[in-house]
């Protein structure tokens, strides 16, 4: 049998009274292929972390001198399957992320009626969530010691991470397009990318701006709301409820169409909440056109024609910036609108 990884911590004077989970996160995450917060988690709750021999809950708070052993576990296999024929193209790849253009009607992850013919399917048949080549197991790695820094790794302060992300039919997924929304996208390859990306999303700190086709005459302005389940259509979001999630959305025009008919803008995102752009627009009486959720079918033949021919909401997301999970540098990366959003707005600029 191969021997297991234990990683064997001794905690230093300045870490007695933190929380187990904080301390661990943070020691670890130093080390070189360190696991994520996420794994940490997962493997306090499943008995692999003890302390003095005993195992122990996240919140149990250190003393000086414990000694922690902490058996590490392979991450999850996750359940969706490889699947050929997926088309999108790579922007950039590295073996810590995959930058890429997702079209128009694809959706990114495996969910209640989506089972198949997803990203994540087309990115499993291309291997990016494999190990790179020559790579170890974890189980087939010795037996280490790590040494606690010498400076409190631990702040009281910073809330731990959350419960471990037990979905499995999303790997690498940080953020989401809607099935109707094109443009560019990241997705981390292995966990420790994909929590820097989280704390990067959850921060607000990617750069993220789309361009939409909105019905009517749009202004620069921004929208600062809250953001939750609309309270009776469950398919649609809102911001007129009670309780909700901060959402902001900086729009500014680019383009008046068809002498105010229509308008393309840009929308910087300070948050991102699902359909957030979407139902700002909509909020300010100009839906994104073709949004058939938030929006109604013109009466104008022009912009219904349009709105049919793209049979979708007319938004892409343009530009994405953020910091590589590995090297630290600054990457982004812009592509332009798709074919059809193109001609829907050629048709636009041609209306006399």
């Known amino acids: ?43 306090i709750e499943h008995g692999g972390v003890t302390v003095d021999g005993v195992v122990k809950k996240a919140a149990e708070k250190l003393k000086e001198g414990s000694r922690i052993a902490v058996e590490p576990e392979a991450p999850p296999s996750t359940e969706a399957l490889a699947e050929d024929g997926i088309e999108f193209d790579v922007l950039y790849i590295d073996d810590a992320v995959i930058v890429l253009n997702k079209p128009a009607g694809l959706v990114v992850h495996p969910a209640r009626g989506n089972r198949t013919g997803t990203l994540v399917n087309g990115l499993l048949a291309r291997g990016v969530f494999d ?12 037996s280490v010691s790590v040494k606690a ?27 989401r397009l809607d099935k109707g929304t094109s443009g560019v996208m990241i ?17 607000h700190s990617i750069d993220r701006e789309y361009v939409a086709i909105c019905v009517g005459n749009v202004v620069k302005q921004t929208f600062d709301t809250l953001h939750g389940r609309h309270p009776k259509e469950r398919l649609k979001f809102s911001t007129k409820v009670k309780v909700g999630k901060r959402a902001v959305t900086h729009v500014r025009p680019l383009e008046s169409l068809g002498h105010g008919l229509a308008t393309l803008v840009a929308c910087r995102l300070e ?71 193109e001609v829907v707005l050629t048709g636009l600029r041609a209306i006399p």
């Open 1 to 43: 049998m191969p021997s297991v990884r234990t990683i064997r911590l001794v905690v230093p004077r300045e870490a007695a009274g933190a929380r187990l989970d904080r301390f661990l996160a943070s020691t670890l995450s130093a080390m070189e292929d360190g696991p994520s917060r996420s794994e940490v988690q997962r493997w």
């Open 131 to 142: 190990p790179p080549d020559g790579e170890e197991d974890i189980d087939e790695r010795p």
């Open 149 to 175: 820094p010498s400076h409190s790794p631990a702040d009281p302060n910073v809330a731990a991470s959350g419960p471990p992300d037990l979905d499995r039919s999303r790997p690498g997924i940080v953020h």
């Open 187 to 203: 997705v981390a390859r292995h966990p420790r990318a994909r929590e820097h990306l989280k704390a990067q999303f959850a921060a």
């Open 271 to 341: 948050t991102g909440r699902t359909h957030q752009i979407r139902v700002h627009l909509a909020d300010g009486k100009t839906p994104i056109l073709g949004d058939a959720l938030y929006g109604k079918l013109s009466k104008h033949p022009v912009l219904r024609e349009a709105a049919e021919a793209l049979g979708r909401p007319a938004l892409h997301a343009r530009l994405l910036g953020f910091i590589h999970p590995v090297t630290g540098k600054k990457l982004t990366f812009e592509v332009e609108p798709p074919a059809d959003f």
